[in-house]
């Protein structure tokens, strides 16, 4: 018999959880979504693009007198301490979203196991008719759709 996982979540615990979710959608507010297009259009900062934008940053930093004002030098140098707080944070988001979806899914698989041997004893040994239309309910789950034919030609 698979069990997974068992999970018993108090009214407590729930309470805490969606407290805790009406915090992140207060505080991530200011965030943005952005749109498939709109991700795909952007420049991305990989590891050595990240190396070049610090060092570049820095050195800017260090030589205001060659920096125009329009460049925007300081809100980037904004961006670069919101991401550097925001990445742990991000890691330890995606990392509970990981265990909570591997969690849903294992849940899902003890249910079905059960539900499978479940319906195996009801075909076997539940013949009465009493227990006819719930076999044939269940069955429907287990019907293959059937291809309609193509209406034939005339030439």
Known sequence: MQN???LNLSAQDLADVDAALATLRRVFAPMIALQPDQ????????DKSE???????????????IVPPNLGLAEAQADLVALDALRPRLLQLQQLVERAADTE??????????ALEGYGLLRVSGKSEALKGARQALSARFAKSRRTPEPATVD
């Open 39 to 46: 991700r795909r259009e952007l420049y991305k900062m990989g």
């Open 4 to 6: 997974l996982v068992s």
């Open 51 to 65: 190396a070049f934008c610090r060092q570049t940053l820095s050195v800017l930093a260090a030589n205001p007198q």
């Open 105 to 114: 899914t294992a849940l899902g698989s003890d249910i079905i196991v059960v």
